[in-house]
Structures are given as C-alpha cells and as structure tokens.
C-alpha cells in the first residue's frame, strides 16, 4: 500500500502520488484526473484524452470553409523539395 500527505495548495488540498505507483498507473506530470467519493472511498481515475477522427475534425467546422494558405501554395522551395 502506498500512502502520502496532503499538502495545502492555495485555496486547495494537494495530494502527491508516489513515482512507483504513478509508473505503474502511466500517469505523468500534467495528466487530468477526476475524482469521486463513493462508500467512504476517494477514487482518483485518469481522465483520458478524446481522440477525433478526421470525421469528427471536420463536422466541427460546421458550414464554414477550411482555409486555405494560398501563399504556402505558390512559395518557391527552400530546401530540396521535390515538386510533384
């Protein structure tokens, strides 16, 4: 079992996590985590990031039109571009 003191944070308490268990667990510094009370229990879960599909990237833009670069598309190489 691992343990740790929670620490005054500002208008917050802060509870550190032991780098063993934060290994085990996959979480790193800046991670999101929710937490819940349930049956007298703290549960701290990692909140997982939501992955878009190129679908859902492209429904956000409702109506309006991508943008194009039109200056991207007519810039002379700079380097060893190979035009298509």
């Given at each position: 079992?691992?343990?740790?003191?929670?620490?005054?944070?500002?208008?917050?308490?802060?509870?550190?996590?032991p780098?063993?268990?934060?290994?085990?667990?996959?979480?790193?510094?800046?991670d999101?985590?929710?937490?819940?009370?349930?049956?007298?229990?703290?549960?701290?879960?990692?909140?997982?990031?939501?992955?878009?599909?190129?679908?859902?990237?492209?429904?956000?833009?409702?109506?309006?039109?991508?943008?194009?670069?039109?200056?991207?598309?007519?810039?002379?190489?700079?380097?060893?571009?190979?035009?298509?």
């Open positions: 079992m691992h343990t740790s003191t929670l620490r005054a944070a500002g208008g917050s308490i802060a509870v550190t996590i780098q063993a268990l934060a290994r085990t667990t996959g979480l790193h510094p800046g999101k985590v929710s937490f819940e009370f349930e049956a007298g229990r703290l549960i701290i879960s990692p909140v997982q990031r939501r992955k878009y599909s190129l679908n859902d990237l492209l429904a956000m833009q409702d109506s309006e039109p991508l943008l194009i670069d039109k200056q991207w598309d007519t810039m002379p190489p700079s380097g060893d571009e190979v035009a298509l």
